[in-house]
T-cell receptor, first 116, second 121 residues
Framework: AQSVTQLGSHVSVSEGALVLLRCNYS??????LFWYVQYPNQGLQLLLK??????LVKGINGFEAEFKKSETSFHLTKPSAHMSDAAEYFC??????????????FGQGTTLQVKP | GAVVSQHPSRVICKSGTSVKIECRSL??????MFWYRQFPKKSLMLMAT?????????EQGVEKDKFLINHASLTLSTLTVTSAHPEDSSFYIC?????????????????FGDGTRLSIL
């Protein structure tokens, strides 16, 4: 069965510092991979996704993630944190299968705190 | 981009009341929508997959008679929390995928509504 693990439920960085949020997945076949961000009392907003092609994916708000098959990882990074990046971040996977209805498997989430 | 609208954003009601939450895909047709429940400081828990024109598929442990799902059209799914009690208080979020190419829906992201904060007194 597929699973997603986000290492670190809480990450704190200083404004301007590198952001690194970790995500590892467990799947017999490399799945489709997604990162979502959630601000308080809101739904989830797609940051980026990996389906096929280039393994380094660029998303919105300066975020990017790299799919590493050998490490079964899809870590999210941003070179320089802004105060507005403080939010909850979720990694999610979806199995590649034509009969798939699109069910996502979410990680536990990582709260990003940005200190001035 | 694809937009999903969820209504209402917040509901406060008395115990025993039934509450209906709507989820609409505004600019695409969604044969499948998803309903999640999120507890404070927790991840999203998938409650059920809503299929247009057929019965919803519920996840293990979710009461079908408690959480009624109707997906009568390609742009609307509703979740009704029947006879709600304080333990049903939570943040409920819906999502939908726009149709993909080749691999069905798998390679398309889910688009989420803004959620409904349900508080049962």
């Amino acid at each position: 069965a597929q699973s997603v693990t986000q290492l670190g439920s809480h990450v704190s960085v200083s404004e301007g510092a590198l952001v690194l949020l970790r995500c590892n997945y467990s799947s017999s076949v490399p799945p489709y991979l997604f990162w979502y961000v959630q601000y308080p009392n809101q739904g989830l907003q797609l940051l980026l996704k990996y389906t096929t092609g280039a393994t380094l994916v660029k998303g919105i708000n300066g975020f990017e993630a790299e799919f590493k098959k050998s490490e079964t990882s899809f870590h999210l990074t941003k070179p320089s944190a802004h105060m507005s990046d403080a939010a909850e971040y979720f990694c999610a996977v979806r199995q590649k299968r034509s009969s798939n209805t699109g069910k996502l498997i979410f990680g536990q989430g990582t709260t990003l705190q940005v200190k001035p | 981009g694809a937009v999903v609208s969820q209504h209402p954003s917040r509901v406060i009601c008395k115990s025993g009341t039934s509450v209906k939450i709507e989820c609409r895909s505004l600019d695409f047709q969604a044969t499948t929508m998803f309903w999640y429940r999120q507890f404070p400081k927790k991840s999203l828990m998938l409650m059920a997959t809503s299929n247009e024109g057929s019965k919803a598929t519920y996840e293990q442990g979710v009461e079908k008679d408690k959480f009624l799902i109707n997906h009568a059209s390609l742009t609307l799914s509703t979740l009704t929390v029947t006879s709600a009690h304080p333990e049903d208080s939570s943040f409920y979020i819906c999502s939908a995928s726009s149709p993909g190419q080749g691999d069905g829906y798998s390679n398309q992201p889910q688009h989420f509504g803004d959620g409904t904060r349900l508080s049962i007194l």
